[in-house]
């Protein structure tokens, strides 16, 4: 069966400092890949997703940056973390070709100080 | 307007009562919907798919009308462990598989 797992599960980082987040999926191959923010009470905002290694798409204009360098991992990336970073970060992935299900990470929650 | 949209809620209802949920959206060329249960401070978990004759699982049951553009997810005999937030999700495939999700109807049952 499939899982994905997301390091680590909570964050407190200083405004301005770098952050890496990362994603990795088993049991499956060439799955599409997508991050995810959910503010504070609010709904689900796509960030980037991926549908293979190196190619990645972006969503929203911001100060993140997201990466695939292997088939099953996706990191989220940042130089200089601002206030308004803050939220629940969600990888998710579905497969290639199916039923449109998306199945999410466990998250990792990032307060920016 | 929203693409995907729902009552934020909260419904309080109690054990064993019947409860309904509604999501609208707003593209008619939306082809696949899905209902997500996401409890508190988790990730949402894929409560189940909606099918255009209407799917049912156990006590819950789900149901899509094209015309009126909504999905609707049916909660029957209430638990105290139904309580969380359910997401309704809607596929558009833009060049990709893209799930644009609402902001979540609250529920909470009591005693």
């Known amino acids: 069966s499939q899982t994905i797992h997301q390091w680590p599960a909570t964050l407190v980082q200083p405004v301005g400092s770098p952050l890496s987040l990362e994603c990795t999926v088993e049991?499956?191959?060439?799955?599409?890949l997508y991050w995810y923010r959910q503010a504070a009470g609010r709904g689900l905002q796509l960030l980037f997703y991926?549908?293979?290694?190196?190619?990645i798409s972006s969503e929203v204009p911001q100060n993140l940056s997201a990466s695939r360098p292997q088939d099953r991992q996706f990191i989220l990336s940042s130089k200089k973390l601002l206030l308004s970073d803050s939220g629940f970060y969600l990888c998710?992935?579905?497969?290639?070709?199916?039923?449109?299900?998306?199945?999410f990470g466990p998250g990792t929650r990032l307060t920016v100080l | 307007r929203k693409e995907v949209e729902q009552d934020p809620g909260p419904f309080n209802v109690p054990e064993g009562a019947t409860v309904a949920f509604n999501c609208t959206y707003s593209?008619?060329?939306?082809?696949?919907f899905f209902w997500y249960r996401q409890d508190c401070r988790k990730e949402p978990k894929l409560l189940m798919s909606?099918?255009?004759s209407g799917n049912e699982d156990g006590r819950f049951t789900a149901q899509l009308n094209r015309a009126s553009q909504y999905i609707s997810l049916l909660i029957r005999d209430s638990k105290l462990s139904d309580s969380a937030t359910y997401l309704c999700?809607?596929?558009?495939?833009?060049?990709?598989?893209?799930?644009?999700f609402g902001a979540g109807t609250r529920l909470a049952v009591h005693p």
């Open positions: 991926s549908v293979g290694i190196g190619q």
């Open positions: 999700a809607v596929n558009r495939r833009w060049g990709y598989n893209k799930l644009i």
């Open positions: 998710a992935w579905m497969k290639d070709r199916g039923d449109n299900e998306q199945f």
């Open positions: 049991g499956t191959s060439n799955p599409n």
């Open positions: 593209n008619s060329a939306s082809q696949s």
């Open positions: 909606v099918y255009s």
